[in-house]
């Protein structure tokens, strides 16, 4: 489900292991289907064009959770009464696309993260206000990304007025942690329990969008062993198979959990060069059940974003990127640049991976 530059990374895996890769969006000429994906061009909703494409594959996967539950439901009772495989499970989606589902399935499954407060009703945005800590962030509890759907409120009667302006209640207030760094940790979750795992990686984000990041992210052993245990439990308490990206909060020995998503993620595109298996290698395996080592090594890689203002092939630093064979370019095949559009990434995979972007600013 999804045609854009995941799912053209999951193809460029898969094809050369000999499937044949369908993908399913309204949009033709997809990133996927440049590199030979099959389009299934319908709006997601559309359940005789979705049906169609569910009955021509062997086994379902996803590139992003934004998906509407028309699609999600239809998805749910085909594998049903099929012999599709769906992997992530309709469930699991649903979780990550809603922040009170997913919030609370952290603390379900143990995993330390914010306070966090619904306003789904009238009652929930009088009395809300009352009980937060400040500063807090409001979010849009489905539909968001890349920071958007979130307002940062320093005082009660700046959330107050706030609340006031809301068109819908489906939102939650989160309190603020003023964490000193960011963490990931891609995992790959098999139908018998196996699980395999990257270290965790250090991520530096710009205007709320991933900028770079440093694998591995050279943590302590024990907040190291930590990001690892509460992404395992977490795929074992929403019983999650296939990969997925998670992402932490730290503060000295203080780890909150952000969020998860139930795909390869932005921030393990570095395992693309680290000389083993990759996130989508993994993505593949766990859908079609083949074998995977439990621990994957990896070398130092850094990864960073390429967004529209930084697309500039054929000028002078990208040129000079390009002669160095310790870099490594990775493009979406998207044809407009636009600005905070996610265009493609560079991994870094030579000596001093800390300053492989050092002079880029």
Not at 203 to 231: M, Q, R, W, Y
Not at 268 to 275: A, E, I, N, R
Not at 317 to 329: A, F, G, K
Request: proline share 6%.
């Amino acid at each position: 489900m999804g045609s854009g530059q995941l799912a053209r990374m999951f193809a460029l895996e898969a094809i050369p292991n000999g499937y044949e890769v369908f993908v399913y969006s309204p949009d033709s000429h997809s990133p996927a289907g440049g590199v030979g994906a099959k389009e299934f061009v319908s709006e997601y909703d559309d359940k005789e064009a979705l049906l169609s494409f569910l009955k021509s594959i062997d086994a379902l996967t996803f590139e992003f959770e934004n998906i509407p539950e028309t699609a999600l439901s239809i998805i749910e009772e085909f594998e049903k009464e099929s012999n599709l495989i769906v992997r992530p499970s309709p469930n699991c989606i649903r979780i990550a696309q809603n922040r009170w589902k997913e919030k609370s399935s952290f603390r379900e499954a143990k995993i330390p993260t914010v306070n966090f407060y619904p306003i789904f009703t009238d009652q929930d945005k009088n009395e809300t206000p009352s009980k937060v800590s400040y500063p807090c962030i409001l979010k849009t509890n489905t539909m968001g990304y890349d920071g958007k759907g979130q307002v940062k409120c320093k005082s009660k009667e700046e959330l107050i007025s706030t609340l006031s302006t809301l068109q819908e209640f489906n939102h939650i207030v989160e309190e603020f942690f003023p964490f000193t760094s960011e963490a990931s940790v891609i995992i790959a979750r098999f139908q018998d329990g196996t699980i395999s795992h990257f270290r965790p990686s250090l991520n530096i984000h710009k205007n709320h969008i991933l900028d770079l990041t440093f694998h591995p992210g050279n943590f302590s052993p024990n907040i190291e062993k930590n990001l690892v245990d509460f992404a395992k439990k977490l795929a074992e308490e929403i019983d999650y198979v296939g990969v997925f990206g998670i992402e932490f909060f730290i503060k000295g020995d203080e780890i909150l959990c952000n969020e998860f998503a139930p795909r390869p993620h932005n921030s393990g595109h570095f395992t693309q060069d680290g000389g083993s298996l990759s996130q989508f290698s993994l993505q593949l395996r766990t859908l079609c059940n083949l074998p995977s080592p439990k621990e994957i090594p990896v070398r130092a890689v850094t990864m960073k974003n390429i967004l529209g203002e930084d697309y500039k092939p054929g000028s002078k630093l990208w040129n000079q990127t390009l002669e160095n064979p310790h870099y490594h370019l990775h493009l979406y095949g998207k044809t407009e640049a636009r600005k905070g559009r996610k265009m493609g990434h560079w991994n870094y995979s030579g000596p001093n991976p800390e300053s492989a972007f050092k002079d880029w600013e």
